[in-house]
């Protein structure tokens, strides 16, 4: 890698991981703020299956928001700028945060829907993040790279889950309430705006005019379903995306229900696993990208990652402390997973349409992330294992639309080169 590309990659890499440190931390507290038995949000007459219900549609509007918002981000940070289109959408995040706090304070649930619609649409600055991530990564060293963001997701894990479950439990300091995790978020996501204001180079070479729509994300999917190549692929993302979310929304929730964890407790977890995941995306994804390419690897890792999901379901009550064990073998399967995935999709576009075709990525992960929760709120009434299962289900089609229909593009099924090219 070029020292110009590195120099590049630092700022953008920094603003992932405040971006990604906000979205864990929050991780401990929505489900608390349903499910816990402690919880003084909702009135005694709200039974807990009225709440699953509300919960799965709470987690939805962030995806479906993020779904609307990603390819009219991306499109945007294409005519102009990668800077300042991830200014605008940290700020946007921002207000999100405050008046989240503000609903939980105020009991006040329409407000609280509104407070995480917000930051959903802002969150397609995602697509902004990987599309600058592609303008200064040679092929060579794209997988690495996507990696690279992958590790700032999984060090905002690591600490975000961590910090958020401490902030959240009033009995590590008698002043901490689940509003306080949301106010620190918003102090991090103001950092993060300094940062990039004085820190992150604009990565655009070339600006290009592309047709912004509201219903761009529907397009997308339409575009999507009608060209071959993009149709496997694109399938596949949105299959991996429906098992994973089904899996990471509604775990948290079979932890209190089912194993009495606390805000503490499932943030310690979660720390756990993102060290795995920053182990894998740091270290054996980069071994990984040097050996084989990405179209291979894929070959074997969505497999690996629906065993280790529904493995989840064996551990008993008493037993809790094997999730430390099994979820491991979940961060590190995604780990390989999700980086490489992104690479296959960035190999379908060239140069111009990064911004785009990422854009549409972002939008079938974002629809794959708002599906779940509005069926796994129904699921979770009849049993908490269930949203477990059909998420393991989901990964498992995944791979087996990949390795039945897709067809790597000719420069996915190159070699990678040997480590010394390759810096």
Same mark, same amino acid.
């Given at each position: ?55 799965? +549609? ?26 300042? /289109? ?57 997988? @690495?790279?996507?990696? +690279?963001?992958?590790?700032?997701? !999984? ?25 306080? &995790? ?12 300094? /940062? ?20 761009? !994300? ?52 979660? !720390? ?9 995306? =740091? ?6 990208? @040097? ?23 064996? &551990? ?18 995604? =780990? ?14 060239? &140069? ?6 990422? =854009?549409?990525?972002?939008? /079938? ?13 129904? +699921? ?23 390795? =039945? ?13 040997? &480590?010394?090219?390759?810096?």
């Amino acid at each position: 890698m070029s020292q110009a590309q590195k120099t590049s990659i630092v700022p953008i890499f920094l603003t992932a991981f405040l971006d990604l440190l906000g979205i864990g931390i929050i991780i401990p507290i929505i489900p608390a703020l349903f499910f816990d038995p402690g919880s003084d949000f909702f009135a005694e007459s709200f039974s807990m299956d009225h709440r699953s219900i509300l919960y799965g +549609l709470l987690v939805a509007t962030y995806p479906i928001m993020q779904f609307l918002g990603a390819p009219i981000l991306g499109a945007l940070s294409d005519r102009h700028g990668r800077k300042p /289109m991830l200014t605008i959408t940290l700020f946007g995040t921002m207000a999100g945060y405050l008046l989240f706090a503000l609903a939980i304070y105020l009991g006040n649930l329409p407000l609280l829907f509104f407070s995480r619609m917000l930051p959903g649409f802002m969150g397609g600055n995602l697509s902004i993040i990987f599309s600058s991530i592609a303008d200064v990564s040679d092929p060579a060293a794209k997988t @690495r790279n996507f990696g +690279l963001i992958g590790m700032a997701f !999984g060090i905002g894990f690591v600490l975000g889950p961590t910090i958020g479950g401490i902030l959240g439990d009033h009995t590590v300091v008698s002043w901490f309430s689940y509003s306080t &995790p949301f106010l620190f978020t918003a102090l991090l996501t103001g950092v993060n705006i300094i /940062m990039l204001r004085f820190r992150f180079n604009e990565t655009l070479k070339e600006k290009r005019e592309s047709k912004i729509n509201a219903l761009s !994300g529907f397009r997308n999917v339409a575009k999507t379903f009608q060209t071959p190549q993009l149709r496997s692929i694109f399938t596949v993302v949105l299959f991996l995306a429906l098992g994973f979310s089904f899996f990471t929304q509604f775990f948290s929730v079979l932890l209190i229900e089912k194993f009495e964890f606390t805000t503490k407790n499932i943030g310690l977890l979660y !720390g756990w696993i993102g060290l795995w995941l920053v182990f894998t995306q =740091g270290f054996t994804v980069r071994v990984l990208s @040097r050996k084989f390419p990405s179209s291979q690897i894929l070959k074997y890792t969505p497999l690996l990652l629906a065993f280790a999901i529904a493995a989840l379901l064996l &551990p008993d009550k008493g037993y809790s402390y094997l999730f430390f064990i099994i979820n491991p073998f979940v961060s590190t399967f995604q =780990g390989i997973t999700a980086p490489n995935m992104t690479t296959v999709v960035s190999e379908q576009a060239g &140069p111009q349409q990064q911004g785009e075709i990422l =854009g549409i990525n972002q939008s /079938m992960q974002s629809l794959g992330q708002a599906i779940p929760p509005l069926i796994a709120g129904y +699921l979770n009434t009849v049993s908490g294992s269930l949203p477990i299962t059909v998420g393991a289900t989901f990964v498992f089609l995944g791979w087996l639309v990949y390795v =039945g229909f897709f067809s790597p593009s000719a420069r996915s099924k190159t070699t990678p080169p040997p &480590p010394e090219s390759a810096n």
